[in-house]
T-cell receptor, first 114, second 114 residues
Framework: SAVISQKPSRDICQRGTSLTIQCQVDSQVTMMFWYRQQPGQSLTLIATANQGSEATYESGFVIDKFPISRPNLTFSTLTVSNMSPEDSSIYLC???????????FGDGTRLSIL | AQSVTQLGSHVSVSEGALVLLRCNYSSSVPPYLFWYVQYPNQGLQLLLKYTTGATLVKGINGFEAEFKKSETSFHLTKPSAHMSDAAEYFC????????????FGKGTRLSVIA
C-alpha cells in the first residue's frame, strides 16, 4: 500500500479565510479522492482528482468552494474557501495504488472554524 | 446507485466476547466491499476487503467478514474482543476495487468493557 501524508494535520481558522490541504503519496497514482467527515458522521466524497484534468465534484460540492489541484501523479491539494463554522470537519485524501487494490487513507486534516 | 446500512451506531461488548458488527449493502452491480477502522484522531485503516472469490475474508487483528449475496450482507466478526479494538468501524462499497469512489455506512462505534 502507499504511504499518504497530509498537511496540516489540524488547524484552527477564522471565519472567511481559506486553507489549503496537501496530500502527498509515495508512489504514482491515477486517482486521488477527497472526503469530508463532519463531526460524528461518516465520510462523504467531495471530489475525484485525476492528474491532467479537472476534478470531478459530487453533488453538493462546488469548485468555487473546494478548488482542487492535481499537478502530478503523487500530489494534490484541496482548498476550503471562505470558511464558515459548518466547514469544521476532518478532510481526508485516499488513493489506490492500482485498479485492483483498495483505497488507503491519509491521517486526515482536522479543521475547526471559529 | 449504491448504499450501505450499518445496524447499530454503538455496540458495546465485554473483553473476550464475540464482536459482531452488521453491514448491509445495496448495489445494482456486483459489489466490492470493505471494512475500515478509525481510531481516535487517526485516519482510516483497511481491515479487510471482498472483491471476488472466497466469500469468507480474513483481515488484520483477527477480524473476518462473510459476503452473503442472498442477504446482501457483509457482517464483521471477531471471536474475542480486546480492549484495543475500541474504535469506529465503517463498512464501505464500491463498484470496483480501486479507482472508484467509496460509499460509506454511517459507522459503528465499538466499546469494549473490561
Amino acid at each position: 500500500s502507499a504511504v499518504i501524508s497530509q498537511k496540516p494535520s489540524r488547524d484552527i481558522c477564522q471565519r472567511g479565510t481559506s486553507l489549503t490541504i496537501q496530500c502527498q503519496v509515495d508512489s504514482q497514482v491515477t486517482m486521488m479522492f477527497w472526503y469530508r467527515q463532519q463531526p460524528g458522521q461518516s465520510l462523504t466524497l467531495i471530489a475525484t482528482a485525476n492528474q491532467g484534468s479537472e476534478a470531478t465534484y459530487e453533488s453538493g460540492f462546488v469548485i468555487d468552494k473546494f478548488p482542487i489541484s492535481r499537478p502530478n501523479l503523487t500530489f494534490s491539494t484541496l482548498t476550503v474557501s471562505n470558511m464558515s463554522p459548518e466547514d469544521s470537519s476532518i478532510y481526508l485524501c485516499s488513493v489506490a495504488v492500482a485498479d485492483n487494490q483498495p483505497q488507503h487513507f491519509g491521517d486526515g486534516t482536522r479543521l475547526s472554524i471559529l | 446507485a449504491q448504499s450501505v446500512t450499518q445496524l447499530g451506531s454503538h455496540v458495546s461488548v465485554s473483553e473476550g466476547a464475540l464482536v459482531l458488527l452488521r453491514c448491509n449493502y445495496s448495489s445494482s452491480v456486483p459489489p466490492y466491499l470493505f471494512w475500515y477502522v478509525q481510531y481516535p484522531n487517526q485516519g482510516l485503516q483497511l481491515l479487510l476487503k471482498y472483491t471476488t472469490g472466497a466469500t469468507l475474508v480474513k483481515g488484520i487483528n483477527g477480524f473476518e467478514a462473510e459476503f452473503k449475496k442472498s442477504e446482501t450482507s457483509f457482517h464483521l466478526t471477531k471471536p474475542s474482543a480486546h480492549m484495543s479494538d475500541a474504535a469506529e468501524y465503517f463498512c464501505a462499497v464500491s463498484v470496483y476495487s480501486g479507482n472508484t469512489p467509496l460509499v460509506f455506512g454511517k459507522g459503528t462505534r465499538l466499546s469494549v468493557i473490561a
